[in-house]
């Protein structure tokens, strides 16, 4: 049985519009992660989240908003999507946020297209 | 900030042959934490090797690597190429300051064909 689940698996969206990517593990972590990868860039971190709260923000754009409704949910909304915004989006959890020598645990990914 | 810098694009092997993919990092700070991951198509990526100790080898499913502080580098080595090793191998350093952020940088990945 999958571990982390990433809901959808693929998605199409339109400019302008807003969508949200789910999130769930069910490994027992405390830890959350939010990572993008575009083409020919590598995986690039996002959010870091522990026991439902923001521990770190790396992403410059507002339009991203995680949202952690129970300890082992950590969605992605995006809003006023932009075609760059395409790419593929990894959730991750680990048992705990902060240490610097945890095996992180990787969802499938969320590949999103925005024409 | 940190930077990881790996074997670019893709490399192909015929099987049997031996697999080395270089990574090399930059940090500001003194302890470095080293990972490998490994993504197969259509499957997430998961750790396959990592590494905090100066000039230890450390070894899983036959692939090995050293972090050597000194020329920070820790490249991935495999004695024998298999067809089931064609993947996506990222490498990526974990930042440390002092607890207040927790975050991996990884390197653009290479990709691994082994061919027959």
């Known amino acids: 049985d999958p571990k982390i689940i990433q809901k959808p698996k693929y998605l199409v969206a339109v400019t302008g519009s807003e969508k949200i990517l789910i999130c769930e593990q069910y490994l027992g972590h405390n830890a959350m992660y939010w990572y993008r990868q575009s083409a020919k860039k590598p995986l690039e971190f996002m959010f870091s989240?522990?026991?439902?709260?923001?521990?770190d923000n790396q992403t410059a754009s507002s339009r991203f908003q995680p949202q952690s409704s129970k300890k082992n949910h950590l969605d992605l909304q995006i809003t006023a999507l932009k075609p760059d915004d395409s790419a593929t989006y990894f959730c991750?959890?680990?048992?705990?946020?902060?240490?610097?020598?945890?095996?992180?645990?990787f969802g499938p990914g969320t590949r999103l297209t925005v024409l | 900030g940190d930077s990881v810098t790996q074997t670019e694009g893709l490399v192909t092997l015929t099987e049997g042959l031996p697999v080395m993919l270089n990574c090399t990092y930059q940090?500001?700070?003194?302890?470095?934490?080293l990972f490998w991951y490994v993504h197969y198509l259509n499957e997430s990526p998961w750790l396959l090797l990592r590494?905090?100790?100066?000039?230890k080898r450390t070894e899983h499913q036959g692939f090995h690597a050293t972090l050597h502080k000194s020329s920070s580098s820790f490249h991935l080595q495999k004695s024998s190429a298999q067809l089931s090793d064609s993947a996506l191998y990222y490498c990526a350093l974990s930042e440390t300051s002092g607890g207040s952020n927790y975050k991996l940088t990884f390197g653009k990945g290479t990709l691994l064909t082994v061919t027959p």
């Open positions: 989240y522990s026991y439902q709260k923001l521990m």
């Open positions: 940090t500001i700070y003194s302890n470095a934490f």
């Open positions: 590494s905090s100790t100066d000039n």
């Open positions: 991750a959890s680990s048992p705990h946020w902060g240490g610097n020598y945890a095996e992180q645990f």
